[in-house]
């Protein structure tokens, strides 16, 4: 059973449309962060999160840490926005990382 | 550019050799990460190192090793490949100890490819 979940798995969307990605947690976490990986393999961290939400830009990131869950938000969608993107849980009991499968997102214009 | 270096960004070897992988982090941090991604097990955390010391540890092998230098460079040893050790492989750094106190960044990848 993977610690960290993600849905779905892959998402398409017409462009300015409004984009939501979940992810549920099954560990005991002190933060969450959202990552983005644009088809060139690289990785960008978009978000650190262990309690409530942020906002940047078009992207908003929120998380309910009694329901051990988390939402990606994009408004207004860009095929810019295509790429993967994956929650990752940091867990301070065992000090480390999980990842979820990530989702992929296909932004048409 | 994140500012974290990671070289080489690709890698052809044969079954049974040993690669180093090299991750300069961004300048200030004192925490190295590192992580592999296959396309069987998506982003898996390795090792993670602070200020020269092991700090942390994931799913690491034991044919797979790392250490720290005094200039806060990493290199994360691979031995006696196997093909299923092919994967990329990510090094991130953050300028604390704990990964819920400050934001990762990540180097560019290196891509192993095993023969």
């Known amino acids: 059973k993977n610690e960290v979940e993600q849905s779905p798995q892959n998402l398409t969307a017409q462009e300015g449309e409004f984009i939501t990605i979940n992810c549920s947690y099954s560990v005991g976490i002190s933060a969450l962060h959202w990552l983005q990986q644009h088809p060139g393999g690289g990785i960008v961290s978009l978000f650190m999160?262990?309690?409530g939400k942020k906002k940047h830009g078009r992207l908003i990131a929120t998380i309910n840490i009694q329901e051990k869950h988390s939402s990606l938000h994009i408004t207004a969608s860009h095929p810019r926005d295509s790429a993967v993107y994956i929650c990752a849980v940091f867990s301070n009991t065992g000090n480390q990382f999980y990842f979820g499968t990530g989702t992929s997102l296909t932004v048409i214009p | 550019d994140s500012g974290v270096t990671q070289t080489p960004k690709h890698l052809i070897t044969a079954t049974g050799q040993r690669v180093t992988l090299r991750c300069s982090p961004r300048?200030?941090?004192?925490?190295v990460y590192w992580y592999q991604q296959s396309l069987d097990q998506g982003l898996q955390f390795l090792i993670q190192?602070?200020?020269?010391?092991?700090?942390a540890k994931g799913n690491i092998l034991e044919r797979f090793s790392a250490q720290q230098f005094p200039d806060l460079h990493s290199e994360l040893n691979l031995s006696s490949l196997e093909l299923g050790d092919s994967a990329l492989y990510f090094c991130a750094s953050s300028v604390d100890y704990r990964g819920d106190t400050g934001e990762l960044f990540f180097g560019e990848g290196s891509r192993l490819t095993v023969l």
């Open positions: 190192y602070y200020n020269g010391e092991e700090r």
């Open positions: 300048s200030g941090d004192l925490s």
């Open positions: 999160l262990s309690s």
